[in-house]
């Protein structure tokens, strides 16, 4: 079971960025898949997750800028974030909840300049 992310990178103050996780060794669409991020100094915080039947949960602070999406087909799930602020710098992690255990990609590295 793998999952990895890509799509992050350095943009400016107010532009959009997608983060894609892609999934290996299991079916992406039996599972809820979360997104997570990690600010330097801070606890790791769930932004998004989306259930297999994509039912989808954001985090209140997010204030309606994010959505997560997944393709099935692809075996991807996304997220895609706009409106990016310096505060959104952080490590962005991909989560699978298989049968209540997490599996964590790397993570990929977002940094929003002002």
């Known amino acids: 079971v793998q999952v990895v992310e890509s799509g992050g990178g350095l943009v400016q103050a107010g532009g959009s960025l997608r983060l894609s996780c892609a999934a290996s060794?299991?079916?992406?669409?039996?599972?809820?898949i979360g997104w997570y991020r990690q600010a330097p100094g801070r606890g790791r915080e769930l932004l998004a997750s989306?259930?297999?039947?994509?039912?989808?949960h954001y985090a209140d602070s997010l204030k309606g800028r994010f959505t997560i999406s997944r393709d099935n087909a692809k075996k991807m799930v996304y997220l895609q974030m706009n409106s990016l602020q310096p505060e959104d710098t952080a490590v962005y992690y991909c989560n699978a909840n298989i049968y209540n255990s997490h599996y964590w990609g790397q993570g990929t590295q977002i940094t929003v300049s002002s």
């Open positions: 989306i259930t297999s039947d994509g039912i989808t």
């Open positions: 060794g299991f079916n992406i669409d039996d599972y809820a």
